[in-house]
């Protein structure tokens, strides 16, 4: 009888990857500082898609995102205006299109071009989450490899 994949995969074989995401709103000169409410959905070669709250920002909007690490505890410190030291990488960006996000009520999808930003820093991060999801792909076709010699 063949194992199911799920079955062959331990958990502790995949370390947590990603970045907290906090969001200044230049227009609106709102905060918003609860990066487990910020979901990262698509990288782009300059832009992101995020999933936010609803009533965070507006089409048209400028905003600050600051990428922190996974875990990082300087979340709720953001200043008004200008860096935010704690962060790695940041952008200031224009918000393109805002979707509803059908499976959660009190969210939406925004898709943010970048304006100004350090292109070799977003190089080196999209290159970071790249290697990482090759690195899953080998993990799985590895396992693959395994079911089929069993």
Same mark, same amino acid.
């Given at each position: 009888m063949t194992k199911l994949i799920s079955e062959c995969i331990f958990k502790k074989s995949f370390a947590r990857f990603?970045?907290?995401?906090?969001i200044r709103n230049e227009t609106s000169h709102t905060l918003i500082t609860k990066s487990e409410l910020i979901s990262i959905?698509? $990288?782009?070669?300059? *832009?992101?898609?995020? #999933?936010?709250?609803?009533?965070?920002?507006? /089409?048209?909007?400028?905003?600050t995102l600051?990428?922190?690490?996974?875990?990082?505890?300087?979340?709720?410190? $953001?200043?008004?205006? *200008?860096?935010?030291? #704690?962060?790695f990488f940041e952008a200031?960006? /224009?918000?393109e299109s805002i979707e509803k996000n059908e499976s959660k009520e009190n969210s939406v999808f925004i898709d943010v071009q970048f304006t100004q930003y350090d292109l070799g820093e977003?190089?080196?991060l999209l290159n970071l989450y790249a290697k990482n999801q090759e690195d899953i792909n080998k993990?799985?076709?590895?396992?693959?490899?395994?079911?089929?010699?069993?």
């Open positions: 990603g970045h907290n995401v906090l959905k698509e $990288l782009k070669e300059r *832009g992101v898609t995020l #999933e936010v709250p609803i009533n965070v920002c507006q /089409k048209g909007h400028n905003l600051f990428f922190l690490q996974l875990n990082s505890n300087t979340v709720g410190v $953001l200043p008004d205006f *200008g860096h935010f030291k #704690e962060a200031i960006v /224009k918000v977003w190089t080196k993990m799985i076709m590895h396992q693959h490899e395994i079911r089929e010699d069993e």
